[in-house]
Every structure is written in C-alpha cells, then in structure tokens.
C-alpha cells in the first residue's frame, strides 16, 4: 500500500533524494519548500519518475511559526492521515541569522518548527504514524538563554545546540505519548554527506547523500523503525545508540519542551 509522507525540506539535499527514493516506491510524497521555483522544479522532476507516486507541494519557511502553523493546516485540509512526517528541513549558515522574533535561525527551523509541526499534526498521525526526526553527529548542551533568543552563538555552536534540542524534545514527546501517538525516532543520517549545507559550511564536497536518504527511506518504511519510538539511530555507526546523555534526562529534556512551548505560546499571543 502507498504510504502518505510529508518530507519538510524536499528542495535539495538529503531530503530532495529521499523524496526520489519515496516516489520511485511509489508512495505518495508531499513535498515541502521555502522557494515556489524550486518546489515546482522538483515536483516536475519527481512527476517523470517511471511508475512513481503521486506528489503534491506545500510552500512554508519555517522560520516563520504562523507558516508552519498554515503548513499544517493545508495538510490537515486534504488529509486525515498521514503515516509518516520527516523533519527534515534544516539551515546551518545562512545571511539572515535572526528571525522575525529574534530567535536564532537555527533553533528555529531545525528545533522549534518541527516540534510544532508535529503537534499539528498528531491527530493525522494517529498511532500507526511515524515521526522522523533530523538529529546530527554534532549535538552540544543546549543554553536555554541561546534557545530564547537572548545569548547569540557561533554558528556551528548554535546548529549543535538546536540538534541536540530536537534530540531531547523527540524522545521526551515519545515518552510521553507512548502507545498513545505515534512513534518518533531521532536519526543522524550520516556525517558530511555532500549536500548544500556541508559545503556552505565546510567548503568541502562531502559524502554521498544517498546514504542519508537510504537511512530516512528505511526509517519511514521498515518494521524495524516502527518499534523504535523513542530511540536514536545513528547512522554513522549504522545503529540504535544511546542518545547525548541530556536526551535521556528527563528534568533537562522537560526543561527545553518546556521553553519551546513558552517560545511558541508568547509568539502565537503577540499575533492577537
Ligand atoms: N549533510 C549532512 O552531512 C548532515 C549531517 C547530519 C544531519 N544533517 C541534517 O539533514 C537535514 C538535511 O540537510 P542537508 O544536508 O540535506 O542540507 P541542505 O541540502 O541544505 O537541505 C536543507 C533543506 O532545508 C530547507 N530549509 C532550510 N531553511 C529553511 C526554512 N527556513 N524554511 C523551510 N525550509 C528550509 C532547504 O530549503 P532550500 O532548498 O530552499 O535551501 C533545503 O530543502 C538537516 O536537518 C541537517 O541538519 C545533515
């Protein structure tokens, strides 16, 4: 049966070939960017795959909460399920470091977003759905000052910061929702795999990006990861490994929910 998985961040990089991948199954994808050119490229593109499943597009950055916030209604309004959502979607050095509200970029689109996307849309992710959640080899203690907005960080400082963040806050919602929601597993795909944000960042080619999207494939469609909520799999080992030692404190991983949900209720009161 064709599986419906909505990949954040299918535009390029390790999402844009995971999005092939789902398609050439053929599942249905829906696709997500911030830039209406590129999403109609892909979307032509992927629509020539031989046998390939159906896509649709949805614009959003995500660096904007009332966006993601409309994101997840456009999929609310044409589906009532969804069996997978990829949080994938993720910016490490960008010109425009701060958002609208002050935030850093990268607490916001690779911690914030996707924490808020998938609340969205837990009623279509039911408990047969799963979340997969982009995690990374570099992850730091996350400052809850930095998370806020109010301490500014080196880049790389702040892109470890926000994946750890993702990190704590995937296994806490698994926690908690056990058996009640879906199954939501943090995933490092690979370290420098060849994509846009590896070469900004590093100025090197980098690794093949199939690997990443081989492992976000299996983590979407096999037994394997359904059982998994909760966990973290790191794929440069190829394996489930205990996470940062903060992912499994459950004071800390409370704390930064908690601070994240204060972030996107004093965001959602100041748009009254
Ligand atoms: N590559 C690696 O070695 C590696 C290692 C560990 C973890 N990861 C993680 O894997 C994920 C994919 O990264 P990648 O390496 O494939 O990077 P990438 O090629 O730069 O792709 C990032 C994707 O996120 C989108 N994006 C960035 N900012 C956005 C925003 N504000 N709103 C909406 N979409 C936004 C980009 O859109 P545009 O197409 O418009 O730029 C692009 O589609 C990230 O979460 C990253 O942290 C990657």
Known sequence: MPKTIL????????????????????????????????????AEALAATP??????SYLADLSRFSEVEELAKAVTAKHDKLDVLIN??????????????????????NAIAPFLLTQRLLPLLGKSGRVINLSSAAQ???DPDALTGKVRLSDGVAYAQSKLAITMWSLSMAHSLKDDGPAIIAVNPGSMLGSKMVKEAYGVTGGDI??????????ALSD????????????????FRPPHPDALDSRKSGEIMHIIETVLVNESQSDI
Not at 51 to 56: C, N, R
Not at 212 to 217: C, K, M, V
């Open 7 to 42: 990949i954040t961040g299918s535009t390029d990089g390790i999402g844009l070939e995971t999005s092939r991948m789902l398609v050439s199954l053929g599942h249905r994808v829906l696709l997500h960017g911030r830039d209406q050119t590129k999403l109609d490229k892909v």
């Open 51 to 56: 046998d390939g499943g159906q896509t649709e």
């Open 88 to 109: 994938n979607a993720g910016v490490y050095r960008t010109a425009e470091i701060i958002t609208e509200i002050g935030l850093d970029v990268r607490f916001a689109v």
């Open 140 to 142: 730091s203690p996350v």
């Open 210 to 219: 199939r690997i990443g999207a081989e492992i976000l494939t299996r983590a």
């Open 224 to 239: 394997e990861f359904a059982a998994a909520s909760g966990e973290y799999f790191d794929n440069d080992s190829g394996q």
